[in-house]
């Protein structure tokens, strides 16, 4: 009788013990909402899609600016010079465009560590390859991690270009990017990287953009066809902006 006494009392010490660590948030305790969504495939390829937006709504102001360069000297330097001006008297001097530059960091960021992550999983969930190897993707969908790497490597060498000037091939002249602009196009390098970087682009946002659109659940039998159809248009429209720039250095419509 006393040995029963002395087993449950144990035995109900124990279970308040076990009781006591889970109160206290142990390995117990569930995940918060936003670190479930993380960690879930869907919530991964939503901050993919969502971040990929965001640099697209950039790339699309960003190719109306360059186009600015058609319009002269003036013109282009002007435009320059606002965007570290924007948001003034309110802001300081490229304040705007500092929080420009971290959001599109932050949302690169995302972006790359989304789709990293998914690779990793996907092959996780695939140790073994397939016997029978079937090209079932477009070009630009087997192509889309190679297109990230090389457009994350041409930010890089791009601010370092025409943002700092350390790997300007010319005189790099503060305040004067249309200056700067013809020196790197005027070099064959310069060209070879701004094309191979903007072709990947091209490719990225083709593919990008329809998978977004899925993934936010814009897609459906009957928007098919027009996501498709707008994929293909920011995509050609996007390529041929940034392209025009260094092919009319090259032809000299822009000197």
């Known amino acids: 009788m006393a040995l029963a006494t002395r087993t449950r009392k144990a ?6 013990g076990t009781g006591g660590t889970a109160g206290t948030g142990g390995a117990g305790r569930r995940p918060s909402a936003v670190r479930a969504f993380w ?13 990929g937006l965001l640099m697209l709504g950039y790339l699309v102001a960003h190719v109306m600016g360059n186009l600015k360069v058609f319009f002269g000297p003036e013109e282009f330097n002007s ?21 420009v530059r971290v959001v599109l960091l932050a949302a690169v960021v995302a972006h790359a560590v989304s789709a990293y992550q998914l690779t990793r999983r996907d092959l996780r969930a695939r140790p073994t390859g397939y016997v029978h190897k079937r090209r079932r993707a477009s070009y630009a969908t087997r192509t889309m991690r190679w297109g990230g790497v090389i457009m994350a490597l041409f930010i890089v060498w791009h601010i370092l270009d025409l943002t700092t000037g350390h790997v300007h091939s010319g005189g790099f002249q503060e305040g004067r990017p249309y200056e700067n602009v013809v020196d790197t196009f005027s070099t064959w390098y310069g060209n070879v990287i701004y094309l191979t970087a903007m072709l990947a682009v091209g490719l990225h946002v083709r593919h990008g953009f329809w ?6 659940g814009a897609g459906n039998a009957r928007r098919d066809r027009a996501l498709k159809a707008t994929a293909n248009l920011l995509a050609l429209g996007l390529t041929a902006g940034f392209v025009a720039v260094p092919v009319a250095v090259m032809t000299g419509v822009v000197s």
């Open 39 to 51: 960690q879930s495939t869907i919530g991964k390829k939503t901050v993919m899609a969502v971040s």
């Open 11 to 16: 035995q109900a010490g124990t279970g308040g």
């Open 79 to 99: 435009y320059g010079h606002w965007l570290r001006t924007m948001g003034a008297p309110v802001l300081h001097y490229s304040w705007a465009l500092w929080i």
């Open 211 to 216: 998978s977004a659109a899925q993934t936010l």
